[in-house]
């Protein structure tokens, strides 16, 4: 006799902080069969406040997952496994971890790919230490600032800072140190390096504990251009091209004395470091003119290498659609891709057909999608409108958002939520969204809770009870069961 | 001893070489040819190297530390080689070729407003005690390699254009070389579009400030449309084009497309604008634009609704041209209008070359002379267009080909109307003519004829100063009075018209009534009738021809008013320390001829309506409303994310362009 397949799937979302940290239990009828996670992360916390948490988790799992999801390398999808490095180490065995393509050090067109991002990061790094110095201590007084440049440089220094922190280690003297140590953690530790780098348009249905769940692998894209791209609908046209920064990055990787190669031109056009006599060196350091001085202007591109840095990285996300093979439900979990992750899957070379009419497999997958966890934590760029949304169509879609204003760089909230996305989301999903910590949450100047409430009223009494009696909620997660 | 005292012969030009559009158009076998040109600069001395009278080039990287070696324009070897060669690789040729294009620039708008072209002055830091209010700044400061970085802006408050180089990271490789560097101080496109942002900001400098959605895009749109037209005045690169397109320019062509080598570098399939068409990614070719009213009321990001007015304009060209044009392709044709298949003839290239070069220079003196009867804040695209037909209409008493249809008509293709408006033609369009005109005997009292007599010593000493130094330091006096020239203007207008609910109806400001109570604070100099605070700006003489000898003779400026509002309230605030700032403004055309206040051009502060009929005073509160909606909306925010997440509040502390410019 065929084991009996999965009829349901509890969802929890543990409740840390701005970031992805989810367990899933998959159930045949009333047997636990399959245990999966995805991600541990949060933007900030220490060991001791994160703690519950993930003890919980583990006592949930009962201390095993049959699959491990790591879906790409930020601290607000790692950063639990190195503060809680401890208790994962502890009585907590991993069958199988997943991550990425592009996360794998021996394939020959990700190697040389993930060393110059490395650079970049590196670079980023650099620029951020600049803008700390130049904003400390006396320089964060200088006098050729107003009262409000001063406070907009502190502010610019904070913000990049939020964006380094956010992708890489840096040591105790602020020095880059490569990948994030949660990342580290789960490749040499948790996954003993046993992992299988996914790609799209696998279609992995090889657990016998888990009968018939099909897991598509949609993103990251295979193409460098389509990772490239952060945005790119009507109006929403501002995409990153990494490239662009590289002759930005290599004036920063540099340093303070760079040698004359780092010059655009041949050393003979340079002038000599000590000639104080050089025409323009004595219009540009002449008195009185300080003002028209250009020395720390062009270190404000890091904030574009930033943003391109951040977006190259959520687009490097794994992005998984898990399938009930029976029913053909769809619980979507993409991580944090952006829009270039979104509109490749539609790309894909599917080895399958879709279920009804001609259409691409993966519009059929956004169409039977039930379960959304929504990419990038309720921000513009995470949820594409054309090529993802509004393909979600339907009646039974719950979304989960893993927005904390509690815990979040400041940065981050002039982004998330993104009303247009949270607007639809309520729309689509009849008010079932749900979001880490609607405290202070505000849509449009109306508190989140009550658009949420209000959506409400547009389910069916049968709706409503449905709902309810999925849904579960304590002070550390929130949990949805998704039906099979 | 000859009793005469000549003066040494210069020079009327300086010839120098470079490129017409930018460096990826020498490139490719089919533009090299033409895009190597001499640009012919007014002879100027340098006193100091590549230091002249408007500009002042330091080619300091900061980026690695270092100056570069500077290219001496009187070197005999520059001298007599029309300068250096185009070159990438060499530093001193990037300085020639900023030099050249900045100053082809100026002469243009020097041409167009037939006066001396001022920067914007510098504001002093009034925290000091004892600091004047404003500086005088001699020469725009040019950085060729300021930043690393698809990037190049104009910084107000160093008064000086920041270019940027990077790397290219094309969507294709044949494109353009990847990984090359892009410098954009080669691109004759990006150099006269930041010098543009410069002299605007001399002129109105209130313009960086997004009171509504065409605020900023104004700055870019008319920064475009400048540089666009200069490619009009380069003979081979127009007769080339104009062969190519047998004589149709609405095709596909290099003169209606700005940046090219810079686009394809960002990853574009071509130009970075391209006003006439556009790369179609799913038919894989250049379509042309079809225009409609859905650009202009959903696009916001500046550019791109800046596009809209580009295109606008550059539509209006079209249609001149090809009115120009039209006899000339029957007489070519025998009679049909269409011409045969295959190349046309030299001489009718030649022709037809002429026809655009002298549409294109009436349509871009046009759109610089319009700026000069624009209200001096919160600038919409409809307030341009009447001040486009205005300029005209004053100059041009005939207008044979249509001209000013073809603007109203290209606008309202796209869905761009001056507000308050019952109908759109030409006469309704201009503005309204005030000619609060007075009998030139009549003197003693009557205040307005106080101030023209003023206005009229003002233009007598102006006229014939021809430094700008000068020019500066007497406009100034006249503003702020001097023993020179006694009572200044501003101290004359509160001493004349505070009080007068007839001036603040015709300028839209609070001068009469209790100002105070919308947020408009004392001058607090006289002691026995307070006038109001207001500021003077741009003081200037227009004094042009026009093509049938019309003398236009008329003394321009803008007052601004700024009333301090309490953000909840939107009562007037006791201190200003947190606080909505909301602006008034008014542009006062006098004509020194007919010696009265011909036009008004108000974005008013109050509601005029009320001063006129109840002399009441309120505050205008659909300007108020409309402006609080556009800086409140989401949009504003979500828009350009290096401002979400690097910006206090989206505030860019005086650099409006440098993340605007960002790609």
């Known amino acids: 006799m065929p084991p009996s397949p999965i009829t349901h799937c509890e969802v929890r979302m543990y409740r840390m902080g701005t970031g992805d940290c989810f367990a899933l239990r998959f159930f045949a009828g009333e047997v636990l069969t399959f245990r999966m996670m995805i991600d541990c992360g949060t933007w900030q916390g220490s060991s001791e406040k994160l703690r519950k948490y993930v003890s919980d988790l583990k006592t949930y799992l009962d201390n095993h997952v049959d699959l491990l999801v790591v879906t790409h390398e930020h601290k607000d999808h790692v950063y639990g496994f190195e503060a809680c490095q401890t208790l994962f180490g502890q009585d907590f065995t991993v069958s199988q971890t997943w991550m990425a393509w592009t996360e794998d050090e021996t394939a020959p067109r990700a190697s040389q790919w993930l060393k110059d991002f490395g650079d970049k990061k590196k670079a980023l790094m650099l620029a951020g230490n600049q803008w700390n110095r130049m904003t400390a201590g006396r320089r964060g007084t200088d006098t050729r600032f107003s009262p409000f440049q001063l406070a907009a440089r502190r502010h610019f220094a904070q913000a990049l800072s939020g964006f380094t922190e956010l992708q890489f280690a840096a040591n105790e003297n602020g020095e880059y140190v490569g990948m994030l140590k949660g990342m580290s953690i789960v490749r040499n530790q948790i996954a003993n390096n046993k992992i299988r780098f996914c790609h799209p348009g696998e279609i992995i249905a090889s657990f016998p504990a888990a009968p018939g769940i099909r897991f598509y692998v949609l993103g990251p894209p295979t193409s460098w251009e389509a990772v490239k791209t952060e945005s790119g609908e009507d109006g929403e046209s501002y995409s990153h091209n990494l490239a662009e920064s590289d002759a930005f990055a290599a004036a920063v990787l540099a340093g303070d004395s760079p040698p004359a190669n780092a010059a655009p031109f041949e050393e003979r056009f340079l002038s000599d470091p000590n000639d104080t006599s050089h025409p323009f060196r004595k219009r540009y350091e002449q008195k009185n003119a300080e003002w028209r001085q250009i020395g720390d202007d062009w270190l404000n591109s890091a904030g574009s290498l930033a943003l391109r840095v951040n977006s190259m990285t959520n687009n490097l996300s794994l992005a998984l659609a898990i399938e009930f093979e029976e029913s053909g439900r769809v619980m979507l979990f993409p991580g944090d891709a952006e829009y270039g992750s979104w509109r490749s899957w539609h790309g894909i070379d599917w080895a399958q057909p879709a279920r009804s009419g001609d259409k691409h497999l993966t519009e059929d997958l956004l169409n039977r999608t039930v379960f959304y966890k929504v990419a990038h934590h309720l921000s513009h760029n995470g949820t594409a409108r054309r090529l993802g949304l509004e393909m979600m169509n339907h009646p039974d879609l719950v979304a989960m958002a893993t927005l904390d204003y509690n815990v979040i760089s400041n940065g981050w909230k002039t982004t998330m939520p993104n009303r247009e996305i949270v607007n639809e989301l309520l729309r689509r999903t009849k008010g079932r969204l749900i979001v880490m910590n609607e405290d202070q949450l505000e849509v449009g100047d109306v508190p989140l809770s009550s658009r949420v409430a209000a959506a409400k009223e547009r389910m069916t009494a049968a709706e409503q009870a449905a709902f309810d009696a999925a849904f579960a909620a304590s002070e550390l997660y929130f949990q949805f069961t998704v039906k099979g | 001893m000859s009793p005469y005292n000549s003066p040494p012969d210069l020079p009327a030009f300086r010839k120098l070489r470079g490129y017409a559009f930018d460096p990826s158009l020498s490139q490719t076998l089919a533009t090299n040819r033409i895009n190597n040109i001499v640009y012919k600069v007014a002879w100027e001395e340098f006193p100091e190297p590549l230091a002249g009278e408007y500009i002042e080039i330091v080619d300091y ?29 060499d530093p001193r040729f990037h300085q020639q070729m900023v030099y050249a294009v900045t100053m082809t620039t100026i002469a243009n708008f020097e041409r167009a407003l037939g006066r001396r072209i001022l920067w914007a002055s510098r504001l002093l830091d009034s925290r000091k005690k004892g600091t004047p209010y404003e500086e005088y700044v001699p020469r725009l400061r040019l950085y060729p390699h300021a930043l690393r970085e698809a990037n190049a802006y104009y910084s107000p408050p160093k008064k000086a254009i920041l270019f940027g180089y990077f790397s290219a990271a094309p969507a294709n490789d044949t494109l353009i070389m990847p990984n090359s560097l892009v410098f954009s101080c080669l691109s004759h496109d990006i150099i006269a579009h930041e010098v543009t942002h410069a002299i605007l900001d001399g002129m109105h400098r209130n313009y960086n400030e997004p009171t509504n959605p065409d605020v900023l895009a104004f700055h870019e749109a008319f920064s475009d449309i400048v540089a666009l037209f200069q490619h009009f005045s380069f003979p081979e690169v127009l007769r080339h084009q104009i062969a190519r397109t047998r004589g149709n320019l609405s095709s596909q062509n290099l003169l209606g497309q700005l940046a090219q080598e810079f686009g394809t570098a960002i990853g574009s399939y071509g130009s970075l604008r391209d006003f006439i068409g556009g790369w179609d990614l799913v038919l894989q070719k250049w379509v042309p634009h079809q225009p409609s009213s859905d650009e202009y009321r959903t696009v916001t990001e500046p550019h791109a609704r800046g596009s809209i007015l580009v295109a606008a304009v550059f539509d209006a060209f079209l249609h001149i041209y090809d009115t120009r044009v039209s006899d000339l392709l029957r007489i070519a044709s025998g009679g049909s209008g269409v011409l045969p298949d295959g190349e046309i003839h030299p001489d009718l290239v030649n022709r037809l070359a002429d026809e655009a070069a002298k549409a294109a220079k009436h349509v871009l003196t046009m759109c610089i002379r319009a700026v000069d009867y624009c209200p001096p804040i919160d600038i919409t695209f409809g307030d341009y267009l009447r001040g486009l037909i205005t300029a005209d209409m004053e100059l041009v008493a005939d207008d044979r080909l249509d001209y000013r249809l073809a603007f109203i008509d290209a606008f309202r293709r796209r869905g761009i109307y001056p507000e308050g408006l019952r109908t759109l033609s030409v006469d309704s369009v201009r503005l309204p003519v005030r000619n609060i005109r007075l009998e030139p005997n009549r003197t003693g009292d ?75 604070t004392s001058a607090g100099q006289q002691a026995e009738q307070q006038p109001p605070s207001f500021e003077i700006q741009n003081l200037r003489l227009v004094n042009r021809v026009g093509p049938e000898g019309t003398l236009t003779n008329q003394v321009v400026f803008s007052l601004i008013q700024t009333s301090h509002l309490d953000p909840e309230t939107l009562g007037p605030v006791a201190r200003k320390t947190n606080y909505t700032a909301f602006k008034g403004g008014c542009t006062l055309i006098f004509d020194l001829d007919t010696l009265s206040l011909r036009y008004a051009i108000s974005k008013p502060l109050i509601d005029q309506e009320s001063a006129h009929t109840t002399g009441s005073l309120q505050l205008n509160e659909a300007r108020l409303s409309a402006q609080r909606a556009y800086l409140g909306a989401e949009s504003l925010q979500t828009e350009n994310p290096l401002s979400q997440f690097f910006l206090v509040d989206g505030r860019t502390g005086g650099e409006p362009f440098a993340l605007l410019h960002q790609h």
Request: charged letters at 25%; hydrophobic letters at 35%.
């Open chain 2, 61 to 89: 990287d900061p980026t690695v530390g270092r100056y570069y070696e500077a290219l001496d324009l009187n070197s005999p070897l520059v001298l007599a080689q029309d300068g250096l060669d185009p070159s990438e690789s």
């Open chain 2, 446 to 520: 009557d205040p307005m004829m106080a101030l023209i007599d003023f206005l009229r010593d003002y233009a007598e000493q102006i006229k014939y100063r021809n430094d700008r130094a000068e020019i500066y330091r007497v406009t100034r006096s006249f503003i702020t009075g001097s023993p020179e020239y006694e009572t200044g203007l501003h101290a004359r207008l509160g001493a004349k018209f505070s009080g007068s609910a007839m001036f603040s109806y015709i300028t839209g400001l609070a001068f009469h009534g209790d100002y105070a109570q919308v947020g408009v």
